[in-house]
């Protein structure tokens, strides 16, 4: 599977393997990549795995999507491209001789967003982790289980709520309309 090194000023922040068809990258936090940073748009780019490779498509973003210093509409990428997006580096490791899994289904669970810009718009949970959150202040990570989903934290300062209490350190439970606080944002989780 094609795995993202995302850098900045050199620096690589973070390692992303990129397991599901279509794989979202921008500021709102229902992104599948969260970047944030005001030259990254709120719905940037996606990764779109198909048969012939992992395209790149630019989502009309404001600054841009760049590989190797020209800037494109969607480009099917090569090993060695260099991607730029607002002042974010990102690297793609294409493994062209492994093919990529199908997600597991999980039926109907999903995140409505209840607060901010993105208040009404729902992401379905579709993979293993989703992460939520603004990297620096809180990332949470929902993970699917078997019997079940959970919550945990990610990185950042402030734990997320869940009806209002903070989650520990462990993994907390997630039930049908539960309410997350998370950086500023309050979502709802239906399953």
């Given amino acids: ?23 979202t990258l921008g500021r709102r936090p229902y992104n599948d990549i969260v970047v944030d940073n005001l030259a990254v748009s709120g719905e ?11 395209e790149l498509i ?3 973003s404001t600054n841009g999507t760049y590989i190797n210093g020209k800037a494109i509409v969607s480009a099917l990428l090569k090993p060695d491209d260099l991607i730029e997006i ?16 199908p997600a597991p289904t999980v039926g109907s669970a999903r995140i409505r967003v209840m607060s901010g ?3 009404g718009k729902e992401m379905p ?5 989703t992460t939520l959150g603004k990297p620096g202040i809180s990332v949470a990570a ?11 934290l990610v990185d950042g300062h402030s734990a997320p709520l869940i ?12 039930r049908n309309n539960d309410v997350i606080s998370l950086a500023g944002t309050e979502m709802q989780f239906f399953c």
């Fill in 163 to 174: 009806n209002g209490q903070p989650i520990g350190k462990e993994a907390a439970p997630l």
């Fill in 142 to 152: 929902i993970h699917q289980q078997a019997n079940g989903y959970t919550l945990s």
């Fill in 117 to 119: 810009a993105a208040a």
């Fill in 125 to 129: 949970l579709t993979k293993a982790v």
């Fill in 86 to 101: 607002g002042r974010y580096q990102i690297r793609v490791t294409l493994d062209p001789v492994a093919p990529t899994s």
């Fill in 58 to 60: 630019d989502l009309n």
């Fill in 44 to 54: 940037h780019a996606v990764f779109v795995q198909k048969p012939e490779g992992l």
């Fill in 1 to 23: 599977m094609p795995t993202m090194t995302i850098s900045l000023d050199g620096v690589a922040l973070k390692d992303i393997a990129l397991t599901q068809p279509r794989t």
